[in-house]
């Protein structure tokens, strides 16, 4: 079965910094797909970044990106320039090439301080 | 084009009741999952549906939980004879499932408390 590892309970960054969360999993597959989701106080799951296995280059989205490591089955976050609004859960969820269901590892919870 | 719709938003049963979540999916998705998550943990899967058929329920418990996507209407789960364990918020995704794209979207959960 699969497993995601986030080793992080609790992560804190000045706003305007960079912080970087881990996410490590567990897999025999190829091809498979990883996520990382936002879950602010309001606990609505929003999709941050995605990753296909097959791609070798890294995933950005504005401020946020990925640094994946399909050797080591790593894939950790960069949340670059934070701010007050990223404040939330972050869980990294992983799906197999069936796609029928997500994975998620057990969060991390960031603060951004001003 | 409106998200994933979940209600009711809080649902409060006493032990015995029966508890009935619905969730829409995003237009033009045919794929709905349904997790749960317990106060902080992570999302658990529960079952994976398309329209009138069960994908895969591998993750929902053997009694009392069920779950539907007919052919007309929104999905629903059903927890028969609830217990305090059952208090979670339960969310529902919907996604499109081509080749390019295996991204699930999230509603925005219903919270059951078992009293």
């Known amino acids: 079965a699969q497993t995601v590892t986030q080793s992080q309970p609790e992560m804190s960054v000045q706003e305007a910094e960079t912080v970087t969360l881990s996410c490590t999993y567990d897999t025999s597959e190829n091809n498979y797909y990883l996520f990382w989701y936002k879950q602010p106080p309001s606990r609505q799951m929003i999709l941050v970044i995605r990753?296909?296995?097959?791609?070798?280059q890294n995933a950005t989205e504005n401020r946020f990106s990925v640094n994946f490591q399909k050797a080591a089955k790593s894939f950790s976050l960069k949340i670059s320039d934070s701010q007050l609004g990223d404040t939330a859960m972050y869980f990294c969820?992983?799906?197999?090439?069936?796609?029928?269901?997500?994975?998620f590892g057990g969060g991390t919870r960031l603060m951004v301080k001003p | 084009n409106a998200g994933v719709m979940q209600n009711p938003r809080h649902l409060v049963r006493r032990r015995g009741q029966e508890a009935r979540l619905r969730c829409s999916p995003m237009?033009?998705?045919?794929?709905v999952y349904w997790y749960r998550q317990l106060p902080e943990e992570g999302l658990k899967f529960m079952v994976y549906l398309q329209k009138e058929n069960i994908i895969d329920e591998s993750g929902m418990p053997k009694e009392r939980f069920s779950a539907e996507f007919p052919k007309e209407g929104p999905s629903i789960l059903r927890i028969q004879q609830v217990v305090r364990g059952d208090s979670a918020a339960y969310f529902c995704?919907?996604?499109?499932?081509?080749?390019?794209?295996?991204?699930?979207?999230f509603g925005p959960g219903t919270r059951l408390t078992v009293t």
């Open positions: 990753q296909e296995a097959y791609k070798q």
């Open positions: 995704a919907s996604s499109l499932r081509t080749p390019s794209s295996y991204e699930q979207y």
């Open positions: 237009k033009g998705h045919s794929h």
């Open positions: 969820a992983y799906t197999n090439n069936a796609g029928n269901m997500l994975t």
